[in-house]
Structures are given as C-alpha cells and as structure tokens.
C-alpha cells in the first residue's frame, strides 16, 4: 500500500486530542492507503503564533518538519506522500505555509475554513488538489453562503476541465446538518454564534471521513477500483452540495446582469404601481454599474412605438466592506427606477405609489422558494423571521445623502428588521424629477439569513475568548 501523511493543524483554542477521533475516522476509512496523521500542538493553542501571513510561516514550517521527523514517517518527497490540513484557523494556517512554501505538499485539506478566495491561493488557482469542507449549519466564516463562493469556482473549473477533474483537485462540501465543532468532538469552538448540529457525532465523523478519504485516495496511487469508489462518492456529496449551494449562485445571479438579473428591473416593476391588467406596459431594461459610479447613472424613458413605456433603470449592487463580509451577498442592491408618477403621466393611467418595502418583501418570498425544502422547515419551525418596516426618507430629498446611506438590517430577538432608504422625486421636482431610488434587501441576503443567522438565539453569548472568532470563526 502507498504510505501518506496527513499533518493536521487544530483550530484556534482546541486542544488536540479532540481532532482524534475526526482522524481515527478518517484513517480508518482511507483504504489503500497506509495513512500517518500527526496533529502538532501550536503554542498557546494558536497557530498564527507561528504563522502570521504566508511570508511569516516559517516557524510553523519547522515546527511541522519536526513532527514529521518524531513521527517515523519515512517520506521521499511531500510534494507526492504529505498532506496538509487544518480546521478553522488551522485551515488559515495550513494554506498560509502551503501557498508560501511554494506548494510542495499533495494536497490540501481546509475543514471548516477555506484558502483566498482570489488569486494563486484561490480554489480556482490553487496549484495542487484542495478540499473545502464545511457544515451546513456552521454559523462562521465557513458557512454555506461563504463556502458557495468557491463552489463556484469549483464549478467554473469542471466547466473547463470536467467535472471528475474538478472533484479530484477541488472538491467543495456542504456537509448536511453538520456544524463547525463537529470537526472537533466535544469541543464547542465558536461558543460565540455556532449553530447547533442537527447529527450525531457518529454521523458526523463519518460525513467527514467520507469526503476525505475520497479525496486522499483520489490523490494517491491507490488501485483503479478504490479510486472509482472514491470518485462516485465525491459525486455523491457533490450532490448534497449542489442542493445546499445552487440557491445562493441563483440568488447571486439575482443581483447581477444576466438571464435572472438585475434585481431592479423586477423592483421597477414592484413600485411602479400599476394596475395587473396594465403591468404589460411598461418594459424594463437596466444598466449595472459599480457602486463608485452609482451616482452618476440616471434613469430614462422612451415610448415605443406599440404604445408601451420602456424605462432604463440603473442598478448597483452594493458590497459589505470587506471586514463585514462573512458571505456572498450584497449589502444591498440599490435602484434609480422611475416614479410611478412619471409612468402614470406617460401611459395616461393611474398608478398607486408602491414604498421600497414591498419589494423586500419580494426578496424574502424568492429566497423562499430558492432555498432546499428541510432548511426552509427548520427556519420556519425555529428561526428569527423578518419584520419590513416603512422605507426610510432621505434628509431634504438629496440625492447624495442617499447614495451614502444604507438599508437598514437591524437584528432583534423576534426579526431582522429591514427598512429600505427611499427617495421619490416628483415631476415638479427641479433636480432629476419623476424618480424613486431605492436601497433594496437582496433575495440572496434573505436567503443568507434564514439559512444561518435567523437561526440563532438572539441576543449572542458573547462569552469566550475573542480569538476563537479570529478566523474569523
Ligand atoms: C486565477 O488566476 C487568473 C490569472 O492570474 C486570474 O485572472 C483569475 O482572476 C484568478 N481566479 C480567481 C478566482 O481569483
């Protein structure tokens, strides 16, 4: 049998014997593979002290050549028999010494974590084989609306290269019902704004285990037949990803140009205010521009010749700053539509104002139907739901004022409590008369918070140590 080794970097706070069982699992179902694991304790429990950032890791880089030597491990060369994982800040750690050690390791294991999401670091350019492992119900930074984002690029590459590639070098899991301390029995590491797992720890560890030795015996020179059973299982849980994972892409593409997006063309729709049996009048189209240039978009109209009204609306999707960002959803999505005054006035009919609101209402109702039948159940059976408040006004109608403003999202222990900033303009206004802008909740943040955090007992136990949520986990 060919001998490997997996190095296995603990989370931030864990102490190892609780990673043992997770490897004893893992061992035991790599067949084929006559698999060493060595899990070195990090001083004072974290291994940033010894990694700071992929040019600063040398120390962790020696500390592991050491546990490699005192473990009998007699390797030819780690580029082909020694992998390395991590879990949580582990994970942070182990693409640190990977990416700056120039690669040469076999592969890569992030549980619970991830590498960049951009660059040579990134899954998409990751430059040997990297699993990404996470629970469904892991309430951190690798939740499964962080985790879609390299879904994505995982999908991009078998697009490219095929999808049994993409499963042997790039495997991105969602493990159903599993949470970021699963990885580490009987250790609850993010004391803070975990989520509650929904398995067993038997369960669990075999989830884990599954994905891992598949990955592991696809990655070594295992007999033809193990690999084709590791293949189809990674199919298998690719499966169960998919169902996690597919809402949030679709979600996504809801903000951005393309056949489902942007979501400000349907917003137009929303407030323009028009009767059902007039709502074929008006066409909308959109432009999409960075936020940066948000400002400088502006709507327009033109009747066409059939009679009906074509507005252009802009659209930008405004992004969380990036010490916010835990996921993959917009802040929120902001429009310049028209007014329904002006629609009124061009098609000589009525047409009722329609607040911002009504279309954040929308936004949940999409997510909804988005989201994988057991996790909208569980949402409804125990999560924090939304409470849509009127829109809020702009300070004397000015536009820049809006641009600078945000949607307010407001957790409570009963709800969120979203209230778009809104502005109307009317037809006598003297500056960019007849429009409505809007700051709209996203359908992929509702879809965000009824998966992760509406799931929450609100408010947080924000006891603990703050370096557990380094990772930021
Ligand atoms: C991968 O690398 C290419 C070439 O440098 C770059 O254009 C692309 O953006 C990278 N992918 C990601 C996901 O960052």
């Not at 033809?224 to 597919?246: C, G, H, I, N, V």
Request: glycine fraction near 8%; hydrophobic fraction near 40%; proline fraction near 5%.
């Amino acid at each position: 049998m060919p001998e490997r080794l997996l190095v296995f970097l603990p989370g931030a706070l864990v102490p190892t014997e609780h990673y043992r069982p997770t490897m004893h699992a893992v061992q035991k179902a790599t067949t084929g593979v006559r698999l060493t694991v060595v899990i070195p304790a990090m001083t004072d429990k974290l291994c940033t002290h010894q990694c700071l950032s992929k040019s600063r890791c040398g120390q962790l880089r020696r500390t592991v050549d050491k546990v490699i030597k005192q473990s009998g491990f007699r390797g030819v060369n780690p580029k082909d028999d020694t992998f390395i994982a991590g879990h949580s800040l582990g994970s942070v750690c182990a693409n640190y010494m990977v990416s700056g050690h120039g690669y040469e390791f076999a592969g890569l294991m992030a549980y619970g974590g991830y590498v960049d999401e951009t660059g040579e670091s990134s899954v998409a350019n990751y430059s040997i084989p990297v699993l990404t492992m996470g629970g469904e119900l892991d309430g951190g930074a690798a939740r499964p609306g962080r985790l879609s984002l390299y879904y994505s690029q995982f999908k991009s590459y078998g697009a490219a290269h095929g999808d049994a590639t993409a499963l042997v070098r790039k495997p991105v899991h969602v493990l159903p019902g599993l949470d970021h301390s699963d990885f580490c029995p009987g250790f609850f590491v993010t004391a803070i704004k975990d989520l509650k797992s929904e398995q067993s720890q038997e369960e669990a560890l075999e989830a884990i285990a599954r994905g891992s030795s598949a990955f592991l015996q696809l990655n070594s020179p295992t007999a033809a037949e193990t690999k084709e059973r590791a293949l189809s299982t990674m199919y298998e849980m690719q499966t169960l990803t998919a169902e996690l994972l597919e809402p949030y892409l679709a979600a996504f593409a809801l903000e951005q140009h393309g056949a489902a997006g942007p979501w400000c063309e349907t917003a137009q729709q929303v407030v323009a205010g028009l009767r059902p049996e007039d709502a074929g009048k008006l066409v909308v189209r959109s432009e999409l521009l960075a936020m940066s240039s948000f400002w400088h978009g502006h709507t327009e109209y033109a009747k066409l010749a059939d009679g009906r009204l074509e507005a252009t609306v802009i659209s930008a999707v405004e992004p969380f700053t990036e010490s916010h960002k835990r996921h993959g959803a917009a802040k929120s999505i902001d429009c310049k539509m028209l007014a329904a005054d002006r629609i009124a006035e061009q098609l000589s009919l009525n047409t009722q104002a329609v607040q911002c609101r009504e279309v954040n209402k929308l936004a949940v109702d999409v997510a909804r139907k988005l989201m994988p039948r057991h996790a909208l159940e569980r949402f409804d059976t125990k999560g924090r739901g939304f409470c849509h408040e009127h829109d809020i006004g702009v300070l004397g109608d000015i536009g820049p004022l809006f641009v600078a403003g945000s949607l307010k999202a407001k957790e409570t222990s009963e709800c969120l409590e979203v209230a778009s900033l809104g502005l109307t303009t009317s037809l006598k206004s003297w500056i960019y008369p007849g429009n409505h802008y809007c700051k709209l909740l996203s359908p992929a943040m509702a879809l965000e918070w009824m998966m992760t955090d509406g799931l929450k007992p609100f408010p947080y136990d924000l006891q603990g140590d703050d370096a557990v949520d380094t990772m930021a986990v």
